[in-house]
């Protein structure tokens, strides 16, 4: 696994918007095909597990920790890889740290996608709110899961927006 603390983000930016920029050190993956705009980074990140496809529900912080690197992240979700597989629909929380000065914790997330490339796994986890888990979790599920598991879509746009600039606007590099 790659340790170097480069950061590759996503913004909810329509990707149309030609004149979007990135601030140094970052740049921008353009895909027409998506509806956010990526930034790359390889940014270590752990997170854990709060209930795999196979029933296990571990509501507290406790057990089953993933190490890996963030390789992309967007206000939809991110791509990581690991040396753990996690497997499609599992759900997790995470924490990363953006450019060594934003740490976000406790950000939920649903495994949406998982490919082995050799010995490393990519994973892509879309970001999700406690009201989307209402469809997968039991009511009884969701009252055991700490408070501090919340929206923080939110939280992580406003850092990613923070990176990106429109070009006609004046930035101090």
């Known amino acids: 696994m ?3 603390t480069k950061v590759k983000f996503v913004n909810d930016v329509e990707v149309e918007q030609s004149e979007l920029r990135a601030r140094k050190p970052f740049s921008l993956k353009r895909d027409n095909q998506r509806r956010f705009i990526r930034l790359e980074i390889a940014s270590p990140m ?6 795999d496809i196979f029933g296990n529900f571990w509501p507290q912080e406790q057990v089953y920790s993933v190490a890996g690197n963030i390789l ?35 950000v939920l997330g649903v495994v949406k996608r998982v490919d082995r490339d050799e010995d490393i796994y990519l994973t892509g986890i879309e970001f999700v709110n406690r009201d989307h888990l209402a469809d997968t979790l039991t009511r009884g599920e969701l009252d055991l899961l700490s408070n501090r598991l919340d929206d923080f879509q939110h939280s992580v746009q406003d850092v990613l927006k923070s990176y990106l600039y429109h070009e006609n606007e004046q930035t101090s590099a």
């Open 2 to 4: 790659n340790d170097s």
């Open 46 to 51: 752990s997170l854990r597990k709060i209930k």
């Open 72 to 106: 992309n992240i967007s206000p939809g979700g991110v791509l990581i890889e690991t040396e753990e597989p996690l497997n499609e629909a599992d759900i997790v929380a995470m924490r990363f740290t953006l450019q060594d000065q934003k740490t976000l914790e406790h």
